[in-house]
């Protein structure tokens, strides 16, 4: 039985069309997948699932009394609220009933009705431990830990919590939540290799549906059984393994650039033939009468060809040999995340900084860029350094465009250098003018990539850069990477990625 029918979906931003009668049936087992290049509308269709965005055409139509649960990485919390406020408010309803069992009981106690009362306090306890209510605790505290954070963090305002740490803890109460259909966007990317193994045990075991964005393959291939894929502003369904999907793919791209190829050549043979035999009387018929089939003929869409991207990261000029160096420094807020660090990078070392999510390495990072105290302990930064910085996230007002947000960093350049430079990292130039917060997150990563290429640098600093790239644009920055002639400092939790561009490890340890 099918829970959800995507039917018909057409949707354009401006001029970009994204969708055109895209259909798509999601069933209750379904384990699926949602996979295409950056841009082409994976986070948009999750949104009209969950209906936070409608399409332009179409419908949605979920099965009556299906219980979905969405995650959205770019959705706010309130930072005043603990941790475990926000966790334990899944809880609530099981919290109020079990405030009526303890009201009943106490009004048992007075009433001439008191084992009515006390059957109807009965009955809710039953309940209670039916949805084991009483086991609730351990339960968060397996969630909390098998994706990644400690407990302490339950204590603690969500405020005080980094950018990825934040995106565990809306995964866990969405995990934790019981619902028939879970929409995950890019669940891993502040996952280290174990905890991403918890989640995959997760939606192995889930007993309802799923579907799930992420440009992690080894992930996608542990987890999917149905793949969807956005092709030619449709969504094409392959039902198997991740790994059948690549196979098909590449036969059904075969066999779609033929097709299109021999079409385009009938298209081409018959539009010659009615150019010359148009304005002959004795073959006028005959041209009119192909001139009206072409009309009809429904054309084929030319097959997506996989962009290629190109990075770049200017190098300034030489610096001394002792680019950053820290004494006993400690980092944190009002207490220290780490033990006091000394630590010492070099001229030309390209290093990973590694760890547990929430351990500090973003803390690090703006502590050493001066954008906040340390709380111990000092640091040094060589005089002649010239520092170009990636941030893990980054805040847009509703009117910032891919445009403006360049032009912020460039104030003397002529708009055609903007469009060139977006161009090439795929926008095109109503992409540059719509909304930074309508853009895919990959789409966002490489317009904050491309203001760094005309920004010449010696020391480059990275922070989980490879979030929301699909494997296309994580190629050509791994060789840009490669090339980069500076200092690097690169936060990722992609082991691969990190592994073929630094020479050096850091991992930081509490």
């Not at 005959?286 to 072409?294: E, M, T």
Request: aromatic share 10%; charged share 25%; proline share 2%.
């Amino acid at each position: 039985m099918s829970v959800l029918e995507a039917k018909d979906i057409a949707f354009s931003y401006d001029h970009n069309h994204l969708f055109e009668d895209a259909n798509m049936r999601l069933f209750q087992d379904d384990h699926a997948v949602l996979v295409g290049p950056n841009g082409h509308g994976k986070t948009t269709f999750l949104k009209f699932l969950a209906k936070e965005l409608s399409p332009n055409k179409g419908s949605i139509s979920w099965l009556p009394h299906v219980k979905v649960g969405y995650l959205d990485q770019f959705l706010s919390l309130d930072d005043d609220q603990s941790v475990e406020t926000y966790l334990h408010d899944v809880f609530e309803h099981l919290f109020q009933l079990e405030l009526k069992m303890m009201k009943l009981y106490e009004d048992a106690s007075t009433s001439d009705q008191a084992m009515t009362l006390i059957n109807h306090a009965s009955d809710i306890q039953d309940i209670l431990e039916k949805e084991h209510f009483y086991q609730f605790k351990s339960k968060v505290d397996n969630m909390v830990q098998g994706l990644g954070l400690s407990l302490h963090v339950l204590k603690q305002p969500i405020s005080y919590l980094s950018g990825g740490m934040k995106v565990k803890v809306m995964l866990a109460k969405l995990l934790l939540q019981d619902v028939d259909v879970l929409l995950l966007d890019e669940p891993t990317n502040f996952l280290d290799k174990k905890h991403i193994e918890f989640l995959i045990q997760y939606l192995n075991q889930f007993k309802g549906a799923f579907l799930v964005i992420s440009h992690d393959v080894y992930f996608l291939s542990s987890i999917a059984k149905t793949v969807f894929s956005i092709e030619g502003k449709k969504i094409e369904k392959y039902k198997g393994s991740f790994d059948f999907y690549l196979s098909q793919k590449e036969l059904r791209h075969a066999q779609a650039e033929k097709a299109f190829k021999e079409q385009q050549q009938m298209i081409k043979k018959e539009e010659t033939f009615i150019q010359k035999n148009l304005t002959r009387a004795s073959t006028t018929k005959r041209a009119q009468s192909r001139r009206k089939k072409l009309e009809k003929l429904v054309k084929l869409e030319k097959p997506h060809v996989k962009r290629t991207y190109h990075f770049d990261f200017p190098y300034a000029h030489r610096t001394g040999d002792v680019v950053i160096q820290t004494h006993d420094l400690l980092i944190g807020y009002n207490e220290p995340l780490l033990d006091p660090l000394n630590m010492e990078i070099r001229r030309g070392q390209k290093v990973a900084l590694i760890g547990k999510n929430g351990i500090g390495k973003t803390t690090l990072i703006k502590t050493l860029l001066n954008e906040k105290s340390a709380l111990g302990g000092d640091f040094s930064l060589i005089d002649t350094v010239k520092i170009a910085y990636y941030s893990q996230v980054e805040s847009y007002d509703d009117y910032e465009t891919a445009y403006r947000f360049f032009r912020g960093f460039y104030q003397d350049v002529e708009d055609k250098f903007i469009y060139q430079q977006l161009g090439s990292y795929g926008l095109d130039y109503d992409k540059c003018h719509r909304p930074l917060k309508t853009l895919s997150g990959g789409e966002q990563s490489k317009v904050r990539l491309a203001v760094l290429k005309k920004q010449p640098s010696n020391l480059l600093i990275l922070d989980e850069p490879t979030n929301h790239l699909d494997d296309a644009a994580k190629d050509a920055l791994i060789e840009a990477l490669q090339e980069y002639q500076g200092t690097l400092i690169l936060v990722t939790h992609e082991t691969y990625f990190y592994e073929a561009i630094c020479d050096d490890v850091i991992e930081l340890y509490a």
